[in-house]
């Protein structure tokens, strides 16, 4: 079976298409990947490229790019209404196919340390990777951003796992290994962020809404935005985050008025929507002709 590793870095930088550009021709340069999506948006000053392939050409690749981004994002000079603790902000490894999440989490630890030794950045190791539980989350990691790392790295809470305790201009890399999520973000038809903050607080995990949901309330194009990560969409589909979101921001007098991807999204998470409103079993994801197709070209390849 062929081995592929998803990786879904996030650059603090959404403005500049020349800079972007670089970095995705790094990614590449490198044989053995390919690039799948990229967005980019302006008010969070962030955007995300999605790319896979095999372990040692994605490993490879974010190497790469992780260097580009530094010598063209300089956090001093970054403003956005997205957290960030660095130029790179995040690298997660996904494992897809003929790969385990203990091979991601080694990934994790081999690109850490060459980052450190070679481009002399601070990592931090969070979700399946991380060393210390307090850092298995990623906004715990990334509390108070760069502005405060920069105050802070040299305290023994802060002490990064990989590299010295010294913040230059593209500050931290957040490196680990995670199952996939969905990244979701819900406009509301008010400019009042507060309304956005409010619903986010209650939707999400940590505030005791929904289990496996991340979610900030922030102002985009001057409307009104939800920002959310959706971390096990398995048990907590996209249909019921909807469905509270919606009842949350109706207690304002708001409403949804479009969503967004960032990034891509599994297609189960897809059916399990279309399956919910149309009220039919989870056993019709059998019913559905491509993937009935499916199985018949794998037995026809693989007999």
């Known amino acids: 079976m062929r081995q592929v590793v998803e990786c879904v870095p996030n650059f603090s930088e959404g403005r500049r298409m020349a800079t972007l ?39 490879e690749a974010s190497f790469v790019m992780i260097k580009t981004a530094c010598e063209h994002i300089n956090l001093e000079e970054h403003r956005g209404t997205h957290p960030r603790l660095g130029a790179t902000d995040v690298v997660p490894f996904i494992p897809i ?6 091979d991601c989490v080694a990934m994790a630890h081999t690109l850490s340390k060459r980052v450190a030794e070679e481009l002399y950045l601070p990592v931090y190791l969070y979700e399946e990777a991380a060393q210390r539980t307090e850092r298995r989350n990623l906004a715990d990691v990334r509390r108070g951003e760069y502005e405060q790392l920069k105050q802070e790295i040299h305290l023994p809470h802060r002490t ?8 230059g201009t593209a500050g931290a890399v957040i490196i680990g290994a995670r199952k996939p999520l969905i990244a979701f973000n819900a406009f509301l038809n008010t400019t009042d962020v507060s309304v956005a903050k409010a619903v986010a607080k209650a939707i999400r995990g940590s ?7 991340k979610a900030l309330g922030m102002s985009v194009n001057g409307q009104a935005q939800v920002s959310m990560n959706l971390v096990d ?18 207690h304002y007098g708001a409403s949804i008025t479009h969503c967004e991807l960032i990034g891509l999204i599994p297609q189960d ?5 279309a399956l919910w409103h149309l009220q039919l079993p989870k056993e019709a994801h059998g019913q559905i002709l491509e ?7 794998e037995s026809a390849t693989n007999p």
């Open 21 to 59: 550009d670089a970095i995705q021709q790094a990614i590449e340069s490198i044989q053995g990947v390919r690039v799948l999506h990229r967005t980019s948006d302006h008010d969070h000053h962030r955007s995300v490229i999605t790319f896979a392939g095999t372990p040692e050409a994605v490993l």
């Open 97 to 102: 196919q003929g790969v385990s999440m203990a």
């Open 160 to 167: 990064p796992d990989y590299g010295e305790s010294f913040v």
């Open 207 to 213: 505030s005791g809404g929904l289990v496996g949901v």
């Open 233 to 250: 969409y398995q048990n907590t589909p996209l249909y019921r985050v909807l469905a509270l979101l919606s009842q949350e921001a109706s």
């Open 269 to 273: 998470a897809l059916l399990d929507v």
């Open 291 to 297: 993937h009935q197709l499916a199985i018949l070209e």
